[in-house]
């Protein structure tokens, strides 16, 4: 079945980095675009970034514009978000998904990972 592991979260302080890693399973990677997403306390999960299936092109929303980077290693089926000079509203849990959306059979629901927490603070 379709999973997403998303990991690599953590506390960082202001204008720190981190990289974030999501492994993709039971689907065909290579074949799909992939985003990045963002959920803060008491906010909507709001898009971040895309990225084309073959890794070259990317567009990000202007809040994280010049700060993170996506990109992919289709034969490791992985995506990954570089967050670099990071800032305190950018503390959020993070998600990656797949576009357009994969559903579980089942409950017909869309198929996310647990996502990641990650805590910008001094």
């Known amino acids: 079945q379709v999973q997403l592991v998303e990991s690599g979260g953590g506390l960082v302080q202001p204008g720190g980095s981190l990289r974030l890693s999501c492994a993709a399973s039971g689907f065909t990677f290579s074949t799909y675009a992939m985003s990045w997403y963002r959920q803060a306390p008491g906010k909507e999960r709001e898009l971040l970034v895309r990225?084309?299936?073959?890794?070259?092109?990317?567009t990000y929303v202007d809040s994280v514009k010049g700060r993170f980077t996506i990109s992919r290693d289709n034969a490791k089926e992985t995506v990954y978000l570089q967050m670099n000079n990071v800032k305190p509203e950018d503390t959020a849990v993070y998600y990656c998904n797949v576009n357009p959306p994969l559903y579980d059979s089942a409950s017909s629901s869309r198929i996310w990972g647990q996502g990641t927490q990650v805590t910008v603070s001094s």
């Open positions: 990225i084309s299936s073959t890794g070259g092109t990317s």
